[in-house]
């Protein structure tokens, strides 16, 4: 099987370092969001500088911006939703300098427990995407750094926060996410479903970067029938939760940046 042909060399025919080097000045830690909305409010709320504007594709251009929160620079970076997509510009960010990345955005909820801006931490993603078997061999299943996820967890303990740990089922495939599938993962342990977390954990093990990731519940998948919940209005409405999820997230960003540079 094709997926299964990994190669260990860290040389490929296309490297990132052919289009960046490392960026003077650049944040070691970046806190990445795929919401477009809620990336515009950080935006303008730290009145962010771009560093870098070279990240871009033929879809679009991906600026890469600083802001300085508590007296320490941070990178923010508006991702792109799906595991290929996102694993590229993150090696794009990797080679400026990052070695620290953040990942916070929304999921699907694989347990009636679990209500919608939620908050979960992944422990582990089961690797059902194409892009990380390119960055380690064959397995079911990635862990996530537990020192990220420690570093998380307190600081959502020191706001009393209620959250969820565990792990996450990563898919390309939105419109192909069965009900048996979804039995399946929920029988594996998984308690949400994304499209990125499992391939950049794996990126960001290769690469020898730390990995994190904050997910805040969005539509429901473990009923007899969809429950779409706030995935029709996450973009648009609820502004005091993405705020909430801002402050947390560029908390322990910092919190990041200080235990692991």
């Known amino acids: 099987m094709l997926l ?10 296309i490297n990132p370092e052919f289009f960046h080097k490392p960026l003077e000045g650049m944040p070691k830690t970046c806190v990445t969001f795929f919401s477009k909305s809620v990336m515009q409010q950080v935006i303008e709320t730290f009145n962010a500088e771009i560093i870098a504007d070279e990240i871009e594709n033929a879809t ?33 960010l990797i080679s400026l300098g990052v070695k620290n990345i953040l990942a916070v955005g929304c999921c699907g909820c694989l347990s009636n427990d679990i209500e919608e801006y939620s908050i979960i931490i992944p422990t582990s993603a089961i690797r059902d995407e194409g892009t990380s078997y390119h960055y380690a061999k064959a397995e079911d299943e990635t862990i996530i750094n537990p020192k990220m996820v420690d570093i998380i967890e307190n600081v959502m303990n020191s706001h009393n926060i209620n959250y969820k740990k565990g792990k996450t089922w990563t898919t390309d495939a939105i419109f192909r996410e069965t009900s048996n599938k979804v039995k399946d993962r929920i029988s594996q342990g998984a308690i949400t479903v994304d499209m990125e977390c499992s391939a950049m954990n794996v990126l960001c093990k290769f690469r020898n970067v730390n990995y994190g990731q904050i ?46 540079n």
């Open 215 to 260: 997910f805040y519940g969005a539509d429901n998948l473990a009923g007899e029938e969809y429950d779409p919940r706030t995935i029709m209005t996450i973009r648009t409405k609820n502004e005091d939760a993405k705020q909430k999820i801002i402050s947390l997230a560029l908390e322990c960003g910092l919190a990041i940046d200080k235990e692991m």
């Open 60 to 92: 679009a251009k991906f600026p890469v911006y600083k802001i300085n929160v508590n007296g320490t620079d941070i990178a923010i970076f508006h991702s792109a939703v799906g595991a290929p997509a996102c694993v590229g510009n993150a090696e794009e």
């Open 4 to 13: 299964e042909e990994f190669d260990e060399s860290k040389k490929a025919v």
